[in-house]
């Protein structure tokens, strides 16, 4: 569709849980229990005044699935009463949706602020493809509100940040920024993939638009890639709609009835993984093989406090510094259980060394300034017997303190 108007029903009185199952459901005439999949790339007109009307704007309804399509516009409106967001539209992977949220907004000669800590791609996006079309951006420590206060310039459009952040797990304080990046007239994008919807609601603290990896914790079983942008309508239909149908990032309407599905269990997932995380940061934390253990719900976080005030939970995932290369690749080699991959939020319980993997793109000085060490494991906690990942770590670590 040509616009973004958001769904009108009770719908917005349900909690998440129902929300999760419910929000956006839309039947056809057969009367279904599991939504239905419309596997079409075009529609068709009851005459050509239709057509015409259909194409104006002046009759709803679709006209192209690279525009929009029922099976994608349930998952929109599903996370878009999740989030509490006057509008979504889902993309073909989460970094379409990061590209094209930014990119959509922003013109040759504007000037975006983000925060140092961040995804590879992420990285590479703002630090090396923008700026071959005139957009500059300025990394500034993300928990040094001074930093972000001296780094806005009259042409700064854009704020981007993570938090947590992949994969320090460092945060930033949401609410802060946005005070700070309004005042200088910009808006804040923020990338709330390990928070998970259900973990942070930045748009209740000051944010404008929330990007994610579906392909994440929302299907959360390795099936289908998938993102989501979600803002309000007029950003939505100004500035992402214009590029979104004329560049084609669209996402299948398979991979959305799949995400759709994840929806349904993705609270009583990210539940079990949560609570299973926390314990397992706690089993690292006091092992000594770690030289350093990060979850927000652990005292020890330099940001526990304002995980405390601006998350639900801690999250699903879990960084520990095992202090050189050689304890880091024994520690992954001695695992199990755990499978090395570079994915996260899924139903298995995963593990990352982001220097050679997800970071690797990046310039050394750039990962020492993130904090990302050549001894840093990314773990993302699964849904196994939270017994039996205990012992799979505990042997780990042990592999790790013998390598030194």
Sequence with gaps: MDRYEAPQSSEDEFGPETTLIRGGVRRTPYGETSEAIFLTSGFVYDSAEAAEARFTGEQ????????????????????????????????ASGMSGVFTALFCHLRGGDHVVASRALFGSCFVILGTILPRYGITTTFVDGGDLAAWEAAMRPNTRAVFLETPANPTLDLVDVAAVAKIAHAAGAKVFIDNVFATPLGQKPLELGADVVIYSATKHIDGQGRVLGGAVLADKKFLNDDFLPYYRHTGPALSPFNAWVLVKGLETLGLRVERQVASAHRLARLIEAHPAAKAVRYPWLESHPHHELAKRQMKNGGTLVSLDLGSRAAAFAFLNALQLVDISNNLGDTKSLATHPTTTTHRAMEAADRAAMGITEGLVRLSIGLEGIEDLERDLSRALDAARRAG
Excluded: D, I, K
Excluded at 63 to 69: A, C, D, I, L, Q
């Design 60 to 91: 709803p309804g679709f006209v192209y699935s690279r525009y929009g399509n029922p099976t994608l516009e349930v998952l929109e409106q599903r996370l878009a009463l999740l989030e509490g967001a006057e509008g979504c539209h889902v993309t």
